[in-house]
């Protein structure tokens, strides 16, 4: 097993534009158990193997929370899952991401974290939460979308998502915001975080 190399997470996080309250050593019992649950820590603070699952879709947000938790979430030996959900109303094939090239990605960016695809048909909410549960998975991930106001209704459905998949997942999970260029790094938010700046 590897020791947790969890040091560098907190000096990682910086102020958000919605709050000032940096992450630092002094957490309150729910932000050390998700940072627990994140580094996959046991109780005597070895790393366990998990499973980390990111929604997949054809949107460059959901490829970049992809590569971000292939670099800040998986291990060696982790198991990396990518989940399509196709809706029962279906859509065209260019509506599917090529998984087999996100995969070879995966494979050639980290080699020591195996990676499978899925593809499942469903209600796109109650998918994730029952693959979550059916797979055992440690993490979620999953892309955050800018704020737009020319996007309102795709925005809200899209938020909305991403809310009750914090809230319903039995596990933790991560909403991923790459951050615009010049401004560097990732906004995250958890259950019980919102925006957090991690500059790494």
């Known amino acids: 097993?590897?020791?947790?190399?969890?040091?560098?997470?907190?000096?990682?996080?910086?102020?958000?534009?919605?709050?000032?309250?940096?992450?630092?050593?002094?957490?309150?019992?729910?932000?050390?158990?998700?940072?627990?649950?994140w580094w996959g820590e046991t109780g005597g603070g070895m790393v366990a193997k998990k499973r980390v699952m990111v929604v997949i879709d054809q949107s460059s947000r959901?490829?970049?929370?992809?590569?971000?938790?292939?670099?800040?979430?998986?291990?060696?030996g982790d198991r990396l899952a990518l989940l399509h959900v196709v809706p029962h109303s279906g859509g065209g094939e260019d509506d599917v991401p090529n998984l087999a090239t996100l995969q070879a990605v995966c494979k050639a960016c980290k080699p020591e974290v195996e990676v499978e695809a899925l593809v499942i048909?469903?209600?796109?909410?109650?998918?994730?939460?029952?693959?979550?549960?059916?797979?055992?998975?440690?993490?979620?991930?999953l892309g955050q979308a800018k704020p737009s106001p020319f996007s309102c209704l795709?925005?809200?459905?899209?938020?909305?998502?991403?809310?009750?998949?914090?809230?319903?997942?039995e596990c933790l999970t991560l909403a991923v915001r790459k951050q615009r260029k010049g401004v560097g790094g990732y906004l995250i938010s958890t259950r019980w975080q919102k925006d957090f700046w991690l500059l790494a």
Do not use: D, Y
Request: a positive charge.
């Open 1 to 37: 097993m590897e020791v947790g190399g969890s040091e560098g997470w907190n000096s990682s996080f910086s102020k958000s534009s919605r709050g000032s309250r940096r992450w630092g050593r002094r957490r309150c019992q729910k932000e050390r158990e998700e940072a627990m649950g």
């Open 62 to 76: 959901a490829k970049h929370a992809m590569m971000w938790a292939l670099t800040h979430v998986a291990n060696k």
């Open 121 to 141: 048909q469903g209600p796109k909410l109650a998918t994730v939460l029952s693959q979550v549960r059916k797979l055992e998975a440690s993490v979620l991930v």
């Open 154 to 169: 795709f925005r809200c459905r899209s938020e909305e998502f991403v809310e009750q998949c914090i809230n319903k997942a």
